[in-house]
């Protein structure tokens, strides 16, 4: 069973900067893009950041230049540092996992999701 825990998420004033990170545990043998999302009360999840397996990466017009999205496919870690907060970007981080491949199938995984709220 895969399973991915996100940590790094709290309460920030407006301009102020997070890190978010993503771990993975569990048995697999290759992962695919990693990524990114974000839900705000009362809208749909949106993708926030994403890399893909060969480093290339992809970001919301909303997050450009504010965040940068990494990962380290030794500690199956993603991170996403985010700076200069808005309180728009108040929203449950979920962390994704795509083309996680086990032994009995190829899947995608979510996280339980990490509370950001940026807030004076």
């Known amino acids: 069973q895969v399973q991915l825990v996100e940590s790094g998420g709290g309460l920030v004033q407006p301009g102020g900067s997070l890190r978010l990170s993503c771990a993975a545990s569990?048995?697999?043998?290759?992962?695919?893009?990693m990524g990114w999302y974000r839900q705000a009360p009362g809208k749909q999840r949106e993708l926030v950041a994403a890399?893909?397996?060969?480093?290339?990466?992809n970001y919301a017009d909303s997050v450009k230049g504010r965040c940068t999205i990494s990962r380290d496919n030794a500690k199956i870690v993603v991170d996403l540092q985010m700076n200069s907060l808005k309180p728009e970007d108040t929203a449950v981080y979920y962390c994704?996992?795509?083309?996680?491949?086990?032994?009995?199938?190829?899947?995608?995984?979510w996280g339980r999701g990490t509370q950001v709220t940026v807030s004076s």
């Open positions: 890399i893909a397996s060969g480093g290339t990466t």
């Open positions: 569990g048995s697999f043998s290759s992962i695919g893009a």
């Open positions: 994704k996992f795509m083309g996680v491949r086990t032994f009995a199938r190829t899947s995608d995984y």
